[in-house]
């Protein structure tokens, strides 16, 4: 048992490890596995006898190995929760998560800012396996409550938002939750452990998906859910009925990422910080929405529950005509245009949520873009955007 005093960077460093387990060495085994050869028929057929929450069982391929269970350990006490299992990606994580939780007949609270593919489970696989989903508006708080129905078993929350940054009132929706128990989920992608604690906020099961920062090198597709030691078996036993698991390079490249993930956040959120402030300045951009910006609408709430926030932000430009946008877009050299976000390199796309969510519950006039600030100078980053946005300059003031 480690020491409870000991700080999140400490603990990145430390959590999961265990070189006596590894002959000494500093990282765990890639192991790989299928079969798991028993030596006598007395222990195949007990195998699944006297397993507790706190077991760790090594039974078949399926079902863990020291690959995964020094990622998920490391994962599940940086996130403040009991314990993690992984996914072979984040959107694998959220609908094993829901599945877990929700049955047909059940009523769920959804976010409306919710990540879309996450949305699209929902309004699919979810709704015609028989559970009810009504959308929320993000910043709902505790008035949350008047949405409840006698069957509402799970509220969703993802903080900040995907695309339009709310942040949400995560104890305020907890306190509902709990006092109706129903289960609240979150999405915890865009803080990463080091600057969201979810079960510190009263969250019962929290979502990474570590493709993004945890792992941070853009190149392994990979998700965990951590749970209170209460939620542990019914996710666990979920998991392993779906046959869900992920492959050993997988975790160990992602356990690799996570041992730098403290610094990798700072130097994001230094980048990123940088990056919002000068867009602030500049005339074709009408909004930054970034919670850490004091003047953001989410910046009170962020404050008061966030250590930190990564680069991964939104603007609102001014209400250009999208071949211009586009012409900007394919002038920048550093920053890629691709989805994901929450590598080293920096990345921008265009966000078209206005199709996606409930009428009215947000107002944008002008086109949206999502970046994503990479670990490059902030000073060439700036000047990337610079020399994009001249292709807007001549039109600033007088849009369209
Ligand atoms: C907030 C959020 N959650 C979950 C996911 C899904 O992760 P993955 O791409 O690993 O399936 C994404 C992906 O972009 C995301 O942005």
Redesign the pocket.
């Known amino acids: 048992m480690r020491d409870q005093a000991e700080k999140t960077d400490t603990r990145i460093v430390h959590a999961g490890r265990d070189s006596d387990a590894y002959g000494g060495g500093v990282n765990p085994p890639v192991h790989h596995l299928s079969t798991v050869i028993y030596p006598s028929v007395e222990k195949l057929v007990t195998r699944y006898d006297n397993i507790t929450p706190d077991s760790r069982v090594m039974t078949y391929g399926t079902k863990g190995s020291p690959t995964s269970f020094a990622l998920e350990d490391a994962v599940a006490e940086l996130e403040g929760g009991f314990r993690s299992i992984s996914f072979h990606?984040?959107?694998?994580a959220?609908a094993g998560a829901l599945m877990a939780f929700l049955k047909a007949g059940d009523h769920l609270l959804m976010t409306d800012s919710v990540?879309f593919?996450?949305r699209e489970f929902c309004d699919s696989i979810l709704k015609r396996f028989g559970v009810e989903i009504t959308y929320y508006p993000p910043c709902i708080g505790s008035d949350i409550e008047n949405m409840i129905r006698k069957n509402t078993r799970v509220i969703y929350t993802?903080s900040p938002g995907?695309h339009t940054f709310e942040v949400q009132d995560i104890p305020a929706i907890s306190k509902v939750a709990h006092l109706h128990q129903i289960k609240l989920l979150m999405?915890n992608?865009?803080a990463s452990p080091v600057f969201f604690k979810p079960f510190a906020h009263g969250v019962d099961v929290s979502i990474q998906?570590a493709?993004?920062y945890i792992n941070g090198h853009s190149d392994v597709?990979?998700?965990l859910v951590t749970t209170t030691r209460e939620d542990w078996e019914q996710l666990r036993n979920c998991t392993w009925q779906l046959g869900q698991c992920s492959g050993p390079d997988d975790l160990y490249l992602t356990q690799r990422g996570l041992r730098t993930l403290g610094v990798r956040m700072k130097q994001h959120q230094n980048n990123g910080l940088q990056v919002a402030e000068w867009l602030k300045s500049r005339p074709e951009v009408r909004k930054v929405l970034h919670p850490a910006l004091p003047d953001d609408p989410g910046h009170a709430l962020w404050k008061r529950d966030f250590h930190g926030a990564g680069g991964l932000f939104g603007i609102e430009l001014e209400p250009f005509a999208p071949s211009m946008v586009q012409a900007m877009l394919n002038r920048l050299k550093l920053f890629g245009m691709g989805?994901?976000?929450g590598g080293y390199e920096s990345l921008i796309v265009p966000s078209d949520v206005q199709k996606d969510r409930l009428s009215g519950s947000w107002h944008f006039e002008g086109p949206l873009l999502r970046l994503s600030v990479g670990l490059e100078d902030p000073e060439d980053l700036i000047q990337d955007l610079e020399q994009g946005l001249c292709e807007l300059a001549p039109q600033a003031g007088s849009p369209s």
């Open positions: 990606s984040g959107l694998a959220v990540y593919p996450t993802e995907s999405d992608t865009w998906a493709t993004k597709m990979l998700g989805f994901s976000w």
